[in-house]
Nanobody, 124 residues
């Protein structure tokens, strides 16, 4: 059974930082690209970052480029999302997801395994 579990969410003030983690089990982790998405109620899920199976390639959505960094530790089966310079618009439910190949696009429909999500709140 595939499980993706997000941790590290919480509340932060504008300009602050948070690091989210996505831990995986039940899949051949080294073969999967991992993506991060976020969603606000009433809006579509937004792909914000993705990393290739070996970590050699990354891609980012325009809204987070230069502020967020995705990385992975395959020995720990964990992907991280370092979020800096957080703004009120970054507040959302954040999800990690897995797909079995690498492309630069970050489309939710390409991902087959999903975590339950974790809340990030940014206050001014």
């Amino acid at each position: 059974q595939v499980q993706l579990v997000e941790t590290g969410g919480g509340s932060v003030q504008v300009g602050g930082s948070l690091t989210l983690s996505c831990s995986a089990s039940g899949l051949a982790y080294i073969s999967w690209s991992i993506g991060w998405f976020r969603q606000v109620a009433g809006k579509p899920r937004e792909g914000i970052a993705c990393i290739s199976p070996t970590g050699d390639y990354t891609s980012y959505g325009d809204s987070v480029k230069g502020r967020f960094t995705i990385s992975r530790d395959n020995a720990k089966k964990t992907v991280y999302l370092q979020m800096n310079s957080l703004q009120v618009d970054d507040a959302a439910m954040y999800y990690c997801a897995a797909r079995g190949y690498w492309v630069r696009s970050i489309k939710a429909t390409d991902f087959v395994h999903w975590g339950q999500g974790i809340q990030v709140t940014v206050s001014s």
